[in-house]
C-alpha cells in the first residue's frame, strides 16, 4: 500500500513539517513563509522576539487557526485537512492554552483526563501520578488561582502531558518568570525531555533555547533568518575566541606581538586588553587552536589564564538580525488572543 | 541539574498504562463517537457545576432574583394594579410571566461565562483537544437550563407563599415550565454568540442588559398590554416574552387563549435557536 507520506498517520520522517506557512492578520504578516522540522524525540527551539509570529505558528500547529497559505502536518496528520486526528497526537502548554483557575489542580487534570477518554479510575490514578511527578501533591486540592506562577506552570505541563502526547507544544513556558522559578521549570522539561518526547519550544529567552533544545530556528517578523545545531549556529556567526590571560601583566603585547609575526592563517586578529588583562585571539579551527598554545609554549609566555568560548546566543542573534532581540510592540497575535 | 536527581523523581510509583498514543489506523478520520461525545460533556458539565462550588456567589442571581422581583412587584406593585387592589389576582397574574423574565435574566450569564473562558485561555486548551467543540458550548447550555429550573423553583415557592395558586393545574405548570425552559434554551445560543462577539465580559453585560430591560417590560410579562399605547401594544405583541408569558398563564391560570401562545413560543424558540446555535458554533469553532 503506498501513500502519500502527509496524508498517512506517522508516515512522515519528521513528527512536525512545516513548509511555507503563512498567516496574516490584516496587514501583518505574523507567520510569513515558514519552514520548519522537528525529528521524533528531538527538541526544536523557535526562537525570536516579541511579536516574530511564534504564537501563531503554534496556534496553527494545534488547529487553533487556519493557515492562510502553505503546509503542516503533525505526526503525518495534516493541519487543515485532518484536525481531528492531529488534536488526538498533541499537547498544548503555553500563554493561552490553561488550565481552570477556579478548579483545583487534581480537578483540572481529572477532568482533561476524561476529556480523553480515560476510564474514571485510570483518569484519577493519572492526576494524582502527575501531580506527584510535578511535585504538587500538596497543592492538589487548592484552586489553581491560589497557586504561583511556577506552580501554574507546572500545573500546565502536567495538563499537557496527561495524554502522553506524541508532539508537546511549549509555548513561551517560562515568560513572566522569576529566574529562580524559570530554573524549576527548566528542571520539569528537561525531565519530559529525558524521557524521549519530542517538543517544539518556543521562546525568546537565548539562554533557554541553549538550555532545552537540540535543534534552533530563529525567526524574526514571521520569518526564519537562521537554523540548525546550537554549536552549529554558533560557529556560523563566528568562531571560538580563545583568551590569554599573562601572569605579567607587561607580556599583553608581547603575546599579540608574537601572534601577529608567527602569522599563522588565519589568526591576524590578535589584540590586547589592558584592562582585562587578557589577549583575544579568533580561532577557526582546532589545529590553529594547538599551533597558538605550541607557539607560546616556545616562547616560555607564563600563563595564568588560557580559554576559549563560543558567542552566546545573545550575540548569534544580533550578528544575524543585525538587531538587538528587543521586545518589539505588541503584534496583533498576542492583542487578538 | 544532575539527571540521576531527575530520574529518581520522575519515576512514577505506579505508572498508570496510558499508552503512547499509537498511530491509528488510516480508515480513523477522528470523528468523535456519540458516546465519547456524552462523556465529554459530562465532564465539562462537572467542571461547570465544581467551578459553582468554588463561587457559590454566582448562584445569587439565580436564587435571589425571583424572591426580590416576585416580593417587590407583588408588594410594591400589586395592590395599586390589580384591579380593586386585588393583590392575589395579581400574584396570579405575575408569577406565570416571571418564569419567561427569570429565563431571559439567567441565560445573560452565559455570555460572560464564555467571554471568560476565553480570556483566561481554558477556551485553548478545549479547542486543541480531541472532542467535539460543540461538547463545551452543549455542556454550558445543560447547566444554565439546571440553573434556569433552579431559579423558577425558587420563583414559584416565593409564588406560593405569597399567595399563588394554581388550583390544581400542575400539568399545566409544568407544561409552562417546559416552554419557559424551551425559550430560555434558544436565548442561550443568543447570549453565546454575544459573548463570543463582544470582547470583554462587562460589555457583554451592558449589551445585553439593553437588550433585557425593554423586552422586558415592553410585554406582557407585569401587565395586561391592552392598556398600552397602539405603537406599543403592536410591538408588545410580537416580542416572545410576551408569548411566552400569556401561554404560561393559559396553561397554568385556564384562562385567556392557550394555544396561540403556545404555538409562537415554540416557533420563536425553534427559530431562535436554528438561527443562533449554528451561528455561535462556527463563531466558536473560528475564533481566533
Not at chain 1, 175 to 189: C, K, M, S, Y
Not at chain 1, 212 to 217: F, I, K, V, W
Not at chain 1, 228 to 245: C, D, S
Not at chain 2, 227 to 235: D, R, V
Amino acid at each position: 500500500m503506498t501513500r502519500q507520506h502527509t496524508t498517512g498517520p506517522g508516515r512522515g520522517s519528521h513528527a512536525v513539517e512545516v513548509r511555507g506557512l503563512v498567516k496574516h492578520f490584516g496587514e501583518t504578516k505574523a507567520v510569513d513563509g515558514i519552514d520548519l522540522d522537528v525529528d521524533e524525540g528531538t527538541v526544536l527551539g523557535v526562537l525570536g522576539p516579541n511579536g516574530a509570529g511564534k504564537t501563531t505558528l503554534v496556534r496553527m500547529l494545534s488547529t487553533l487557526l487556519q493557515p492562510d497559505a502553505g503546509t503542516a502536518t503533525v505526526a503525518g496528520y495534516d493541519v487543515v485537512r485532518q484536525p481531528r486526528q492531529l488534536r488526538r497526537t498533541i499537547g498544548l502548554t503555553g500563554q493561552y492554552a490553561s488550565v481552570d483557575e477556579k478548579l483545583s489542580g487534581r480537578e483540572n487534570l481529572y477532568m482533561i483526563a476524561r476529556l480523553l477518554d480515560l476510564p474514571r479510575p485510570e483518569a484519577r490514578r493519572r492526576a494524582d501520578e502527575l501531580l506527584e511527578r510535578f511535585s504538587l501533591t500538596e497543592a492538589a486540592k487548592r484552586p489553581a488561582s491560589k497557586y504561583s506562577g511556577g506552580m501554574r506552570r507546572r500545573l500546565d505541563l502536567a495538563a499537557s502531558m496527561i495524554g502522553r502526547p506524541r508532539v508537546l507544544y511549549l509555548d513561551e513556558p517560562t515568560t513572566g518568570l522569576d529566574p529562580r522559578t524559570r530554573n524549576e521549570v527548566w528542571e520539569e522539561v528537561q525531565s519530559i525531555v529525558a524521557e524521549g518526547n519530542t517538543v517544539l519550544l518556543t521562546t525568546q529567552y537565548m539562554e533557554e533555547a541553549e538550555q532545552l533544545a537540540d535543534e534552533l530556528t530563529v525567526i524574526d517578523r514571521g520569518k526564519v533568518i537562521a537554523e540548525g545545531r546550537v554549536p552549529e549556529l554558533k560557529a556560523k556567526v563566528g568562531g571560538r575566541t580563545m583568551e590569554i590571560r599573562p601572569t605579567d601583566h607587561g607580556d599583553l603585547h608581547r603575546i599579540a606581538g608574537a601572534l601577529a609575526e608567527a602569522q599563522l592563517d588565519g589568526v591576524g586578529g590578535a589584540s590586547a586588553d589592558e584592562e582585562a588583562g587578557i589577549v583575544s585571539v579568533p580561532i577557526l579551527s582546532d589545529e590553529q587552536l594547538t599551533e597558538v598554545v605550541a607557539l607560546l609554549g616556545t616562547r616560555g609566555f607564563a600563563l595564568t589564564d588560557l580559554g576559549t568560548h563560543l558567542p552566546s546566543l545573545d550575540e548569534v542573534f544580533l550578528a544575524l538580525t543585525g538587531q538587538k532581540a528587543t521586545h518589539q510592540e505588541s503584534a496583533p497575535e498576542e492583542v487578538a488572543a | 541539574m544532575s539527571t540521576e536527581t531527575v530520574q529518581t523523581r520522575t519515576e512514577p510509583k505506579e505508572p498508570v498504562p496510558v499508552p503512547r498514543q499509537a498511530p491509528p489506523s488510516p480508515t480513523d478520520d477522528g470523528r468523535i463517537g456519540l458516546r465519547a461525545n456524552l462523556r465529554h460533556i459530562g465532564a465539562l458539565v462537572r467542571r461547570n457545576a465544581l467551578q459553582i462550588k468554588q463561587d457559590p456567589e454566582s448562584m445569587m442571581d439565580v436564587l435571589l432574583m425571583p424572591i426580590i422581583f416576585t416580593l417587590l412587584f407583588v408588594y410594591v406593585f400589586g395592590g395599586a394594579i390589580g384591579a380593586g387592589g386585588d393583590r392575589d389576582g395579581y400574584t396570579n397574574y405575575l408569577v406565570p410571566g416571571m418564569m419567561a423574565m427569570m429565563s431571559m435574566n439567567i441565560a445573560m450569564a452565559v455570555g460572560t461565562g464564555i467571554n471568560e473562558d476565553f480570556r483566561k485561555g481554558v477556551m485553548d486548551r478545549f479547542r486543541s483537544m480531541p472532542i467535539a467543540r460543540s461538547s463545551v458550548l452543549l455542556a454550558k447550555i445543560m447547566v444554565e437550563i439546571a440553573r434556569m429550573l433552579i431559579s423558577i423553583v425558587v420563583l414559584l415557592a416565593v409564588g406560593f407563599l405569597v399567595g399563588f395558586d394554581v388550583e390544581g393545574r400542575w400539568l399545566g405548570l409544568l407544561g409552562g415550565i417546559g416552554l419557559t425552559v424551551l425559550f430560555g434554551a434558544s436565548l442561550l445560543w443568543i447570549f453565546m454568540l454575544l459573548g463570543l462577539t463582544v470582547r470583554t465580559a462587562q460589555a457583554v453585560q451592558g449589551v445585553s442588559f439593553l437588550v433585557l430591560m425593554p423586552l422586558q417590560f415592553g410585554s406582557s410579562i407585569f401587565v395586561p398590554t391592552d392598556t398600552m399605547p397602539g405603537w406599543l401594544e403592536s410591538f408588545t405583541d410580537v416580542n416572545p416574552l410576551t408569548q411566552l408569558a400569556d401561554a404560561s398563564r393559559g396553561l397554568v391560570l385556564g384562562q385567556g387563549a392557550v394555544g396561540s401562545p403556545v404555538l409562537w413560543t415554540i416557533v420563536w424558540s425553534a427559530g431562535l435557536t436554528l438561527v443562533t446555535a449554528p451561528l455561535a458554533i462556527s463563531k466558536f469553532r473560528k475564533k481566533v
